[in-house]
């Protein structure tokens, strides 16, 4: 989730996480051999990202995680990637791993662990005006790299030893249930969400857990990148296509309709006809790949379902949140569209 942004000439703050910037850079420049110039950071869920230029290789980003990274899940992470990088279904960019002088793809220290990939230039497709629209060609784009990207990941098998993060939707009943427990306790006295809001949000989620979840354990399962939301995909110069993904670390064996129903759910943001939009996310996906009719009948649902997560975790971290506005735009633009759903009922296919 690493914006492009124009000006780089100096870092926003000097810490990445746990460790110092500085310090991150001193291990990039020893273990990988790059001259770090122009150092930038962002934010992110989990990880830091330190954007950077080195004169040979141009723009790169090192990803700083915490040390209780645990090998497991770091060597999931990468071999999700090494998946997709590789594969002849994905024909957009990717970000590739880039090993040590030693040939290690990643270096652990007492502090932190860090990674170094390819950046992908170009702007995002949340990047916009909230005023602008999406085009239907883009949208069809969006479906087909969805697709695309479930076909390239459905050949790796994702290790026990990773275990299940809190935007799998299939817990979303759980997950949003222990959000709404938490707002109801403290976000009306502190003005960051209503009793109107969160009584919406847990009709939608008993709805969910009644009618949708007895039949995902039937659903087609595969590995998913999982997180194809709107600030992980890059759109190329034009705006219509999709030119690169990010963000794999949400990768998951999972229902393979989720990934559709996470692209398509989130293309509906600050759209005037979001029925319309999710459309057009799934006949780009119908163009690579055909759901069965089981998958088409909860897709919907199952979007509703991923919104209201957004909504309810973003809204409840920024209770307790040192950056309460980087929480509280995470889920800025998703509550009128839950409010418009819950009101005309979800888009049908």
């Not at 000439?9 to 460790?19: C, D, K, P, Q």
């Not at 990939?117 to 087909?144: A, K, Y």
């Not at 969910?208 to 997180?227: A, K, N, S, Y």
């Not at 110069?237 to 963000?247: H, P």
Request: charged share 25%.
């Amino acid at each position: 989730m690493v914006p492009e942004m124009a000006s780089d000439s100096i870092l926003s703050s000097t810490t990445a996480g746990n460790a110092d910037v500085a310090e991150v850079v001193a291990v990039v420049e020893r273990e990988y051999g790059f001259c770090v110039r122009s150092p930038k950071l962002y934010k992110g869920e989990y990880d830091t990202n330190i954007r950077f230029y080195d004169p040979d290789r141009g723009l790169l980003l090192a990803k700083v995680s915490t040390v209780d990274l645990s090998e497991e899940v770091i060597r999931w992470q990468e071999t999700v990637l090494d998946a997709a990088a590789v594969s002849s279904e994905v024909n957009f960019a990717t970000p590739i791993i880039l090993p040590t002088l030693d040939g290690r793809k990643h270096v652990r220290t007492a502090r932190f662990l860090v990674r170094v990939v390819t950046w992908i230039s170009g702007r995002l497709m949340n990047d916009r005006s909230e005023s602008s629209r999406f085009n239907t060609e883009l949208l069809m784009s969006l479906g087909e790299a969805s697709a695309r990207l479930t076909r390239a990941l459905r050949a790796v098998t994702m290790p026990q030893a990773v275990r299940q993060h809190e935007w799998m939707l299939h817990r979303g009943p759980e997950i949003v249930g222990e959000s709404l427990t938490v707002l109801e306790a403290r976000a009306v006295t502190q003005g960051i969400a209503d009793v109107g809001q969160i009584e919406i949000v847990r009709e939608i989620a008993d709805r969910f857990r009644t009618t949708v979840l007895p039949r995902m354990q039937g659903l087609p399962w595969t590995v998913i990148h999982h997180d194809l939301h709107d600030g992980n995909v890059v759109l190329n110069d034009e705006g219509t296509s999709v030119a690169g993904v990010i963000d794999f670390n949400d990768a998951v064996f999972a229902p393979r309709i989720s990934d559709l129903a996470i692209s398509a759910g989130y293309a509906m943001l600050r759209q005037d006809a979001p029925e319309r939009a999710f459309g057009a996310v799934v006949d780009g996906y119908r163009s690579i790949t055909e759901p069965t009719s089981e998958e088409l009948e909860v897709v919907g649902e199952m979007a509703l379902m991923r919104l209201c997560m957004n909504w309810a975790q973003w809204q409840s971290r920024a209770l307790d949140s040192e950056d309460n506005e980087y929480a509280l735009m995470r889920s800025k633009f998703t509550w009128p569209l839950i409010d418009h759903l819950a009101g005309v009922g979800v888009p049908q296919v």
